[in-house]
């Protein structure tokens, strides 16, 4: 009998299963795609030789994780690129915000009268950061915070809604580029702890970057995947679990799934049926003949560039695609360029780049014209690089990847309680009906994106338990 059976071969599911198998536990793991990687993969989606990230792709949280951190992934073949800035955010007139590794570059971008107010906002943090993640990302109530004080000065700060800290700045510039940091997780603007998102954001691009793996996303998963071979654990592709029967006997077992299919494979009922999934989104990735044409200097210089000509015009879109059945018709745009840091990525000369806008939670339009003339707004030109592009929307994405419930790429939504408290209101968060079922996907503490964090705190719930048995 196995110690412990996994399910579901995204970056939590990978990340549980090697911690298990570094405290000497027997892991075998299985994944229904062919490939390991769920939201960090790799593929070749339009032309023969451009790489692109089907998902995630530039990786704030992954360099900053502590999961991630504490393993030694780099012997395996990943290895971080940092573009020069690690975002920009232009605007109509031509200029641009960035997001800098420096905080004098990036309060300097938002004009004299808020350059302040920016430098007070983030300086208690910047050098307590690595402890400060290590909290707020840990295991709930199992593991006592290293710094109470930060933590709690993060909290007053965080946990009201990010439109409260807008407050602190005087001009648009500030409040315009902290609103689509806010929006990475597809949260309204007004919502609880959006202020601890947006500042979350801000402090991983002042202390560790906003870099791209070299070679894409799949690089993380695979690194992850060789790593847990090495440690004697096993991986099964192309297997699909739609039942605890078709899994080998275990001790316990592991779900990187949504609630909702865990709770269809394990026969929990209407366990998770007060779980609520979120917006979902619209890609598209593109190869280009050349780089993108942006207007603002600093965007041709920066990783990821957000999309959104002021702070209203961002809360407009991101309250559209949640609660309205049709689309923003000014999208906000979150979009990746890894090819102006990662050459590797496209034949000479030529781009690999992605964009997505937010949508209503199944929505099956086409969102290609709105997001191309959002586009054009800020890199004129843009279409007539384009070489060819792979949309998707929300259908498409949740057939890629079964946690994408109805496109929505956080397997939750991220608002409210349930911002913090996921799947349920519980202090096990990681724990099901079954004493042997766990679940450890981004439906989890501390939540969405590539970090792993979920598996590792799922793990530590495991592990704990088979020690007692």
């Known amino acids: ?37 769920g939201g960090a993969r790799t593929e070749e989606l339009t032309l023969p030789g451009f790489r692109h990230d089907p998902c995630s792709a530039a990786h704030p949280l992954a360099v900053s994780s502590p ?20 975002m920009a955010h232009p605007f109509p007139d031509g200029t641009a915000a960035v997001l800098s ?34 909290d707020f990302m840990s295991l709930p109530l199992t593991a006592l915070p290293r710094d109470p ?32 940091l806010v929006a990475h997780v597809m949260a309204p603007l007004s919502g609880f702890a959006t202020s601890a998102i947006g500042l979350v954001f801000a402090l991983a691009a002042h202390t560790r970057g906003w870099p791209v793996a070299r070679g894409g996303s799949q690089a993380i998963s695979d690194a992850l995947a060789a790593y847990l071979r090495e440690l004697g654990g096993t991986v099964h592709t192309d297997y699909e679990v739609k039942r605890l029967d078709d899994l080998p006997p275990a001790r316990a077992y592991v779900f990187d799934t949504s609630p909702t299919a865990l709770a269809r494979i394990a026969g929990f009922g209407d366990h998770y ?17 050349g780089p993108v044409p942006w207007t603002a200097p600093e965007a041709r210089r920066a990783g990821t560039v957000q999309i959104g000509a002021d702070s209203a015009e961002i809360g407009a879109a991101l309250r559209a695609a949640s609660r309205e059945t049709h689309a923003p018709d000014a999208p906000f745009l ?31 339009g086409d969102l290609t014209d709105a997001i191309e ?17 792979a949309t998707a929307g929300p259908p498409e994405l949740a057939a890629r990847n079964a946690n994408y419930v109805g496109g929505d790429i956080a397997t ?43 598996g590792h705190n799922a793990a530590k719930a495991v592990w704990r338990r088979l020690r007692q048995t």
Request: hydrophobic letters at 40%.
């Open 101 to 134: 590794r420096s905080v004098g570059e990036t309060a300097a971008s938002f004009g004299p009268r808020d350059a302040g107010a920016y430098r007070r906002l983030v300086t208690p943090f910047l050098h307590r950061w690595d402890t400060l993640v290590r």
């Open 67 to 86: 999961a991630f951190r504490g393993l030694p992934l780099e012997r395996y073949g990943l290895e971080w690129l940092h573009p020069e800035l690690p």
């Open 273 to 289: 049926a007060r779980y609520r999934y979120g917006p979902g989104v619209f890609k598209i990735d593109y190869a280009l003949d």
């Open 1 to 37: 009998m196995l110690d412990a059976v996994v399910v579901g071969a995204g970056p939590n599911g990978l990340t549980a299963a090697v911690e298990l198998a570094r405290r000497g536990f027997s892991v075998a793991l299985f994944e229904a795609k062919g490939t390991v990687g």
């Open 412 to 454: 939750g939504a991220v608002s409210g309680l349930q911002t913090l408290l996921r799947p349920k209101l519980s202090l096990f968060p990681y724990a099901t009906p079954h004493p042997a079922v766990f679940i450890c996907s981004q439906a989890t503490p501390p939540g969405p994106g590539v970090h792993g964090m979920p």
């Open 373 to 389: 003339r959002q586009l054009e707004r800020f890199a004129p030109g843009f279409r007539d690089r384009v070489l060819a592009r």
């Open 149 to 180: 004080v930060t933590l709690a000065r993060f909290g007053l700060v965080g946990l009201p809604p990010s439109t409260w800290l807008a407050r602190r700045f005087r001009d648009e510039r500030a409040r315009t580029l902290f609103a689509g």
């Open 334 to 364: 979150i979009t990746v360029q890894p090819s102006v840091v990662d050459p590797t990525r496209a034949p000479e000369g030529k781009h690999v780049f992605w964009a997505y806008g937010h949508v209503p939670h199944g929505w099956t």
